[in-house]
C-alpha cells in the first residue's frame, strides 16, 4: 500500500503553481549566493589596492656586515649545484671540497670569497653558484635593499619568506619570470641568473 503523504507529495508536484514557487525560491536562493560573492570579490580586490598603495611591504630580510665572525661550525650552502657549491658565508667551492659541516673547505687554493666570474656588470652571471657568491658580497647589501624597496607586489609572496642576506640572494639568483620572455625563451640564455635591480638585457633575436 502507497502511504498517503507519498500519494499528496506527488499530486503537489503535478501543480504547476508547486513547480513555479519551487523554480522561484530556487531562483532566489542562486541570485542571492551570486551577489553575496560578487561583493566578496569587491571587497577584497579594494583591499588588496588599499594595500598596494598604502602599506609598504614589510621587509624582515637581515643582512649579514661579512663573514669574519661565524657564529656556529655549522654553514647552509647551494646544495643543489653538481659541479660547484656557495656557503652562507660567501666561499664557492667545488663540490668535492666542501666540508661535512656544509662550508667550503677554505684551504683549498680553488676556494673563492664572494666571486663573481661568470657575471656581468649588471649583475647577471651565467653560473648559479657564482652569483650566490657575488650576491653576498657585504657592498652589494644597498643594491638589494633598493630592489626590495621597489619590488612589486607580484614578488611578495617569494620574498617575504627569506629571513637574511643568504637566503635572499638563494632567491634573487634563481631563474623567474623576469629572466624569460614570451614565457619560454631567455632573455639572456648565457647570464641568466641574476642579483641585480633589473633583468636581464634582452638580447636581439
Not at 10 to 23: H, M, T
Not at 139 to 154: D, W
Request: charged share 20%; proline share 4%; with cysteine.
Amino acid at each position: 500500500m502507497v502511504p498517503w503523504g507519498a500519494v499528496l507529495w506527488r499530486r503537489l508536484l503535478r501543480k504547476r503553481w508547486v513547480l513555479g514557487v519551487v523554480f522561484g525560491l530556487s531562483l532566489v536562493y542562486f541570485l542571492t549566493s551570486t551577489f553575496k560573492q560578487e561583493e566578496r570579490t569587491v571587497r577584497d580586490r579594494n583591499l588588496l589596492q588599499v594595500q598596494e598603495h598604502e602599506q609598504p611591504i614589510m621587509w624582515k630580510v637581515k643582512f649579514s656586515s661579512g663573514n669574519n665572525s661565524q657564529l656556529s661550525n655549522q654553514c647552509r650552502n647551494s646544495v643543489q649545484g653538481k659541479l660547484l657549491i656557495t656557503d652562507e658565508l660567501g666561499y664557492i667551492c667545488e663540490r668535492k671540497d666542501l666540508l661535512v659541516n656544509g662550508c667550503c673547505n677554505v684551504n683549498v687554493p680553488s676556494t673563492k670569497l664572494y666571486s663573481c666570474d661568470s657575471c656581468l656588470p649588471n649583475g647577471c652571471c651565467s653560473i648559479y653558484e657564482y652569483c650566490v657568491s657575488c650576491c653576498l658580497q657585504p657592498s652589494k647589501q644597498h643594491l638589494l635593499e633598493r630592489f626590495l624597496n621597489r619590488a612589486a607586489i607580484a614578488f611578495q609572496n617569494l620574498f617575504m619568506a627569506v629571513e637574511d642576506h643568504f637566503e635572499l640572494c638563494l632567491a634573487k639568483c634563481r631563474t623567474s619570470s623576469q629572466s624569460v620572455q614570451h614565457e619560454n625563451t631567455y632573455r639572456d640564455p648565457i647570464a641568466k641568473y641574476c642579483y641585480g635591480e633589473y633583468p636581464p638585457e634582452l638580447l636581439p633575436v
